[in-house]
């Protein structure tokens, strides 16, 4: 049994502590908020805490607040030697107080509260400063059914930049995809599936073997009508032109 304390109500904490109350071997001792009304998530049976000096023993204290926070929280912990990690994709593992044995555990999934996750597809990367800490952070993703890495704070940055880009920005993509299907009264669900099929082809094959559409085949008659037709969109069209570009560089072809 591995006994935790998250510390922060936000998407991550939310959805860690829904995981350990669902987890058999794994005891959340308490729930700390600030603000304890800003917990929207049923709380019943959770010890919930908003006062830094009353957080009780536990095996492992997680931090899961915005990155800007971390290190100024760390610092406020009312203990010391005890086993403290924070949840970030890109803030780095010597930002947490050094009274504490410091770690990482970083879920690599985007996280809202409105939507359940199913943790056994979430893999957690895992950073400490010595293999004891590593084995009991590797042990408590076990319990939650996730599959975990060891991996150091820059392929954590790498992974962390690597993520925005497939899923910030991608959803971005299929915003101002909206956008133009709604601009000529097109429902976006026609579009739907052809997100899910994308998104599966990478399951086995690369991106770079992945790659359609017309600035693969170099077809600049259709690149120049979509040109044409984003003109009352300037913006959209330089990203256009921008991301034209680059698939063509990617593939060996000359770009606009």
Not at 220 to 232: A, G, K, P
């Amino acid at each position: 049994m591995i006994s935790v304390v998250v510390i922060g109500a936000g998407n991550v904490g939310s959805h860690l502590v829904k995981a350990f109350q669902s987890a058999e071997k794994v005891n959340l001792v308490q729930w700390y908020s600030r603000d304890k009304m800003s917990i929207k998530a049923p709380t019943k049976g959770i010890e919930l805490c908003n006062d830094l000096k009353d957080l009780k023993s536990a095996d492992i204290y997680i931090i899961a607040v915005t990155d800007k926070a971390i290190e100024a929280l760390s610092k406020q912990l009312p203990f010391e030697n005890r086993l403290v990690v924070h949840t970030s994709g890109s803030v780095a593992l010597k930002k947490l107080d050094m009274k504490h044995k410091r770690g990482v555990f970083y879920p690599l999934q985007t996280f809202s509260k409105t939507s359940d996750l199913e943790f056994s597809e979430v893999p957690f990367c895992i950073e400490t400063m010595n293999k004891e800490d590593s084995g009991q952070l590797k042990t408590l993703a076990t319990y939650m059914g996730s599959p975990s890495y060891m991996i150091n704070t820059e392929q954590r940055q790498a992974l962390h930049l690597s993520a925005v880009f497939i899923n910030n920005f991608s959803n971005q993509m299929y915003r101002i995809a909206h956008e133009l299907s709604d601009y000529k009264s097109v429902n976006f669900d026609v579009l739907k599936p052809l997100i899910l099929e994308t998104a599966k082809k990478v399951q086995f094959t690369s991106p770079y073997n992945a790659q359609t559409g017309p600035a693969k085949r170099n077809d600049q008659v259709t690149i120049n009508h979509h040109l044409r037709t984003l003109e009352s969109h300037p913006d959209y069209q330089l990203l256009y032109k921008k991301l034209t570009n680059s698939i063509k560089t990617t593939h060996g072809l000359k770009k606009l």
